[in-house]
């Protein structure tokens, strides 16, 4: 470190290559068995889950670490119906007029429509909101003031990111929605005026009988570009056989 802001040092857990290999692949075959979920049982879930994972989200790097998110976590049914009401009436607005009709096409193999009635089935939502600037007191002069905020939008991403696969490691069920446009949220649930709703997360365990759309991932050569010394093309030497990629 070369500044001169106040430091510690740094508690950094060294596992061995064989439990490093064994935690990643872990977390991949995990990972691979998360679905976006639009068909939802109204199953409780424990608040400490949804309270667990919203401090994992807040955990995320932020640009000048300022933390510029909000997570509202509604399980009153009155609100529920108030925003499903008012995401349906946006998004049948879109859905009919709005949105073109190549992103109608684009969205046509995940079978969304303007109903969503999850909204109202599902024992929580998430309402994450986007600090678009800081709001504080000025110590020199005691004055409310505004402060800037530093790359918000990639910021609450990474927390939005942490969040899902939290709630999936949680054996929650979630589903990412952006009802279009979103200002209806701040409004409803009265947040002030630097907030902005970034993402709702309805979150819950899945209806017995939920379907999901028959869609797939892209395979690790099409995301990755990988760039090595000649030669040694894409295998620095872990020491193992078979990293388990599908290719
Ligand atoms: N916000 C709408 C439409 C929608 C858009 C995209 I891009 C999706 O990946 C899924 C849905 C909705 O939630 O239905």
Redesign the pocket.
């Known amino acids: 470190m070369t500044g001169s802001a106040p430091t510690q040092l740094l508690k950094f857990e060294s596992l061995e290559p064989a439990e490093q290999l064994r935690r990643s692949r872990e977390f991949l075959q995990r990972m691979r068995t998360r679905r976006t979920v639009r068909d939802f049982s109204s199953r409780p879930v424990p608040y400490e889950l949804i309270e667990n994972a919203i401090c994992v989200a807040g955990s995320a790097p932020s640009g000048a670490n300022q933390q510029p998110w909000t997570f509202v976590a509604i399980s009153d049914p009155g609100t529920k119906r108030r925003i499903r009401i008012a995401a349906e009436a946006e ?1 049948r607005v ?1 859905y009919e007029s709005r949105m073109s009709d190549e992103w109608l096409a ?2 046509e193999p ?1 079978g ?1 429509t ?1 109903r969503k009635p999850f909204l109202e089935v599902v024992p929580w939502i998430i309402v994450v909101f986007r600090q678009a600037y800081g709001l504080g007191i000025d110590p020199e002069s005691g004055e409310e003031r505004r402060y800037k905020h530093y790359y918000s939008e990639e910021s609450v991403g990474i927390a939005v990111g942490l969040l899902l696969a939290s709630l999936h490691l949680a054996g929650l069920a979630t589903v990412t ?4 446009p979103m200002k209806f949220l701040a409004d409803l649930l009265g947040r002030p005026p630097n907030e902005r709703a970034f993402v709702m997360i309805p979150v819950g365990y899945p209806a017995p009988d939920a379907r999901v759309p028959l869609i797939s991932k892209k395979n690790l050569d099409d995301i990755l570009v990988s760039i090595t010394p000649q030669g040694n093309q894409g295998t620095p030497d872990s020491g193992f056989e078979d990293a388990g990629h599908p290719h």
């Open positions: 998004e879109s684009a969205l995940l969304t303007w929605h952006t009802p279009s």
